[in-house]
Nanobody
Framework: QVQLVESGGGLVQAGGSLRLSCAAS????????MAWFRQAPGKEREFVAAISWSGRTLYYADSVKGRFTISRDNAKNTVYLQMNSLKPENTAVYYCAAGTRGPSQLPTIYDYWGQGTQATVSS
């Protein structure tokens, strides 16, 4: 089992930044690809970014390329999502996920999910 706990969400004005963190515990963190997904009210959960176990392979949704950066620190068992130039449409609950078969944009390949952290961007 892997337990994932997200933090770093909050309220920010449009154009601002947030840094989300996801702390993992349980099995060896470096064995897992990690990803961030988000779900806005009334919408489906959507892919945001993913990173391989080594950190060398990165994937981003087109809508966040150039503004969001995913990274990981295997020594700290933590994955991060730096979000810059935030827009009101980025308002959502952000979830991190872990899987041994990734990285991928497909939520079905991830085995473990956190409870989410709310990010709200005001206009």
């Amino acid at each position: 089992q892997v337990q994932l706990v997200e933090s770093g969400g909050g309220l920010v004005q449009a154009g601002g930044s947030l840094r989300l963190s996801c702390a993992a515990s349980g099995r060896t963190f470096s064995n897992y690809a990690m990803a961030w997904f988000r779900q806005a009210p009334g919408k489906e959960r959507e892919f945001v970014a993913a990173i391989s176990w080594s950190g060398r392979t990165l994937y981003y949704a087109d809508s966040v390329k150039g503004r969001f950066t995913i990274s990981r620190d295997n020594a700290k068992n933590t994955v991060y999502l730096q979000m810059n130039s935030l827009k009101p449409e980025n308002t959502a609950v952000y979830y991190c996920a872990a899987g041994t078969r990734g990285p991928s944009q497909l939520p079905t390949i991830y085995d473990y999910w956190g409870q989410g952290t709310q990010a709200t961007v005001s206009s």
